[in-house]
């Protein structure tokens, strides 16, 4: 498989993720369009969300304007960052994004998000420690001290350790059906 297949094929994973829901039948299609559209400010058909999530035949490259609209519904700025963002290998893996925290600088700010809806905003201290500094929609809160050793789109986030006002509260598993929909890291 080519890399931008495997891109192609790995934006359609995230639309059902980011979508929150099955897309089971072509009439999904509709009200997807209309999400996308409504979330990002330009218009796309349904017969391009069909042909995209191959509900219609399609034999050619999805247009460039569709793949950007397409990344930014699910939080990327254009296709190029998508495309950046997937670039890292993983070794026995599919080429997915992959984080390493350890390889991260002190005071790095990460955004995550996962579905449905979810957004993490983190600051790195050392090692594998992380500071919940926003928190949209999920079970962690700002505030929170959290160990996590590696982010992998299309994988749950796994907190092996979760420090909540100085109580350990344990482990914890975000995103367990789609896993990270994107990751943004600020050094």
């Not at 934006?11 to 980011?18: N, Q, V, Y």
């Not at 939080?75 to 390889?103: Q, V």
């Not at 420690?129 to 928190?135: D, G, K, R």
Request: charged share 20%.
């Amino acid at each position: 498989m080519n890399e931008q297949n495997y891109l192609v094929e790995a934006l359609i994973r995230a639309l059902r993720d980011r979508w929150g829901r099955s897309i089971s039948a072509p009439s999904d299609c509709e009200m997807l369009a209309k999400d996308i559209t409504k979330r990002t400010s330009q218009y796309i058909s349904v017969n391009t969300v069909k042909r995209l999530l191959g509900f219609l035949p399609y034999d050619k490259s999805h247009r460039l304007s569709t793949l950007h609209v397409i990344a930014q519904y699910l939080g990327y700025a254009s296709w190029d960052d998508l495309t950046s963002a997937l670039s890292g290998k993983n070794s026995g893996f599919e080429d997915i994004p992959t984080l390493d925290a350890a390889a991260l600088s002190e005071g790095a700010e990460l955004v995550i998000s996962y579905a449905p809806d979810r957004l993490l905003r983190l600051v790195h201290h050392s090692g594998n420690t992380f500071t919940v500094t926003a928190s949209e929609r999920s079970k962690l809160k700002t505030g929170d001290n959290i160990v996590v050793a590696q982010f992998t789109v299309g994988y749950p986030l796994f907190a092996t350790g979760v420090i909540r006002d100085g109580n350990d509260l344990g482990s914890f598993t975000a995103g367990k059906v789609g896993g990270i929909l994107s990751i943004k890291l600020r050094s």
